[in-house]
């Protein structure tokens, strides 16, 4: 048992932050990057999404579902390997492995926030964007002030599980070598080679631990918001 604790206690720097003084962050610092880089970008651009297709039911709303449902219904896998490859081509030159894995979760998940948020508004009572129109509100006002609102407060439960997601997926950056959480404990296991139960145990109690931890903070501002 000591020795098992030994090899995570020998390499715990690398695997909480991987090579941070050479100014290479790994492990956990990196997945937190590329988590909250990722969610920043997903949030406002799916809820962005959410409100053009609620505002506009024609053609616009039935283009971004056909959007949301293929993006949902590929695996995020295939769409880490497609930038991987496509982003060099559209900006010609090379491109971190973190800022592209980063970039598809944020596309991924844009999808399904756009999902969530627009069955919220359509959720609503219909007659509150019509008495926000009779008090004098434009279009975008109604939506801004007095429907977003409840609709974020409604749907942070999904938003939450969401996000929970998205930390997790950050553990197929391996699949483009990127040093996150998943990869340096890969990288951990094949220099020591010797107690690779120990290794990924500690992997994943420290996933549960970060997912438990963002599970608590929604659910304490949930309850702020709700008093």
Known sequence: MNANLAVIYDNLDYLLWGRLAAGEPGGVALTLMMAIGAGALA?????????????????VRRLLYLWAEIIRGIP?????????????????SDMPG??????????????????SVLAGLQALPKGQFEAALTQGFS???????????????????????????????????????????????????????IYPTAIFIFIGVVYYLLCFGLERVAKRWQRRVAA
């Open 43 to 59: 949030l406002p651009l799916g809820i962005l999404l959410a409100c053009v297709a609620w505002r506009f039911p024609g053609t």
């Open 139 to 193: 279009a975008g006002q109604s939506l801004r002030l007095i429907l977003l609102p409840q609709t974020l407060r409604n749907v942070l439960p999904s938003l939450v599980g969401i996000f929970i997601g998205l930390l997790k997926d950050t553990s197929l950056a391996f699949i483009v070598n990127v040093p996150e959480l998943t990869t340096v404990a890969g990288q951990v296991n094949n220099r020591v080679q």
């Open 76 to 92: 995020l896998i295939f769409v880490i390997f497609w930038l991987w490859y496509l982003l060099p081509m559209l900006t010609g």
């Open 98 to 115: 973190a800022v592209t894995v980063t970039l598809a979760l944020a596309w991924f998940t844009a999808a399904m926030v756009m999902h």
